[in-house]
């Protein structure tokens, strides 16, 4: 865990060194930024500003990345138009995998509009050939009038062939990139920290789950509550976070901390948080 600014920790990676990077970039905080000769005030009306500053961030990631690693950009509608295009001037179309929505239940209510009610997250590759690991994230199927359970077989009859697809129950499906299932944190929730936007656990495993395995090593430069910290430490994944202010390092430390004992009572010790300014 690192106290210092995004962009000195990024490039600071070696190439190739990691298998994974998840970040949730500040937008339209209000808050002024710098970073690389970059310094720009994080304003929701000039996102031009805001893809000058995060594209040498971007940059950097990529290099970090091992051949067949990702990287995953969560954004809101304000933000995800103008990066996409970064995205695909820095890695090339062709590296680009998926563009999951992740729909929630809370907020977005409008008198003048349909409701805001998701946010994305862009997943491009670094070459041609990323790691996928489908089965590591395979959620139970939804029933319907078209299917039946036999004996532990699940079966579908597709309406239109009339042909019938079975299924082993536990197997489960793969996810598409639309995701209903995954709700926001509320007042009640363990893990929750107080801490400004932070993300539900549930996600971000489902991210590094993906694409690494235990023992890889993965990344988040804007850590904030150290809800990827967390997961990586919890799935037994390497990690390094980041983070500029002192607050989030508090909180994060705090967090794995407790889960550090939490894993050690259960027989599985994590290795040794290190911080770094």
Sequence with gaps: ??????????????????????????????????GRGLRYSDRADDPDAFVAWLSPLLEASRDALAAHGSLFVHLDYRAVHYVK??????????????????????GGKSRRGFGRKHDTILWYARTDDWAFYPDAVRVPRRGGSHMRLVDGIQEKTDRKTGRVY???????????????????????????TGYPSQKPGRLVERVLCAVTKPGDRVADWFSGSGTTAAVAQRLGRGFVVADREADAIAVCTKRLVAQGHELARAGTPPPALEIHR
């Design 1 to 34: 865990m690192v106290h210092a600014d995004a962009h000195s920790v990024a490039v600071a990676e070696p190439a190739g060194s990691l298998d994974a990077i998840y970040i949730d970039p500040p937008f339209g905080t209000g808050t002024i930024r710098q």
């Design 85 to 106: 295009v970064a995205l695909d001037r820095l890695f090339g179309r062709d590296r680009f995998v998926n563009e999951i929505v992740w729909c929630y239940a809370v």
């Design 166 to 192: 079975r299924y082993p129950v536990h197997a489960g499906k793969v996810p598409e990139d639309w995701w209903t299932d995954i709700e926001t944190l509320n007042h009640s929730d363990r893990e929750r």
